[in-house]
């Protein structure tokens, strides 16, 4: 190597060395996520044996504690202990969330299925690991965590949003819940559904930027949503390609009118301009 592509490498390590950094290994944490999410829903037969069950458990309580460290988390055992402690209360939440899939859903035939094939309860069971780390205070890892269920499934859930119980993803490809958004509970979203602010500016980060939505809402594909003072009331339908930047009522049905044209073909004669 030349004495100017020494140099150039040299000032390439020292500007990085200006940020502090944070060691997370992505993929390891992905394989933790997929591995914690085999264990919380016993979908192997290591779950047979309690003995091993138990012994999981710790290897991905032990696994964690080296992640927050990585991403310099104060106390992060305590942090992972607690975690592991309040489990049965998420568990709950996402049971929850699995039966509304169930029970809604006329395509899933058990839950087993919802498990093993549905990225919608993939990417909520993700979300509600990630907030509780984002409550906490935990830098990055709620990220890397979100982004991976992102990747995986096309659903982007924000690790800072609220979400309540009973949450149900139909499909799911194309959804996007910004961080501030607020969803209550038996809500239920399709796909392509963005809850977005209305302008993206620095200056706003500390602020609410993204909808209300309240209790037995239900959204249908490809509505937009925007406004951190937007409300949408409960009971209320959200019908397709809506785009909303204004609150609505309890029990409001809110639709896109268009018009759809279904001719014979051999009866049309005029010359159709099918260019976008």
Known sequence: MSTKETSDLE?????????????????????????????????QQECIDFQVFQQRKTDLENRLVDFLKGVNTKNASEVSTSFFSELVVIHQVLLSDLEAIVAFDPAAKSRSEVLLAYPGFFTITV????????????????????????????????????????????HGTGIVIGETAII????KIYQGVTLGALSV??????????????DNVIIYANATILGGKTVVGKDSVIGGNVWLTDSVSSQTLVFHKGEVVVRDKIEVNTIIDFSI
Request: proline share 3%; with cysteine; net charge positive.
């Open 11 to 43: 000032k390439l390590f020292q500007v990085n060395l200006l940020e502090a950094r944070s060691f997370l290994n992505k993929k390891e944490v992905e394989l933790w996520m997929e591995q914690f999410f085999t264990w919380l829903f016993c979908t």
């Open 127 to 170: 979300y509600r690991i990630a907030h509780y780390l984002w409550e906490k205070g935990v830098a990055i890892l709620p990220r890397v965590l979100s982004e991976y269920a992102h990747s995986k499934t096309g659903i982007d859930i924000h690790p800072g949003a609220t979400i309540g119980k009973q949450f149900f993803i139909d």
């Open 184 to 187: 209550g509970d038996n809500v």
């Open 201 to 214: 500016s620095k200056d706003k980060a500390e602020i609410k930027r993204h909808p209300t939505i309240e």
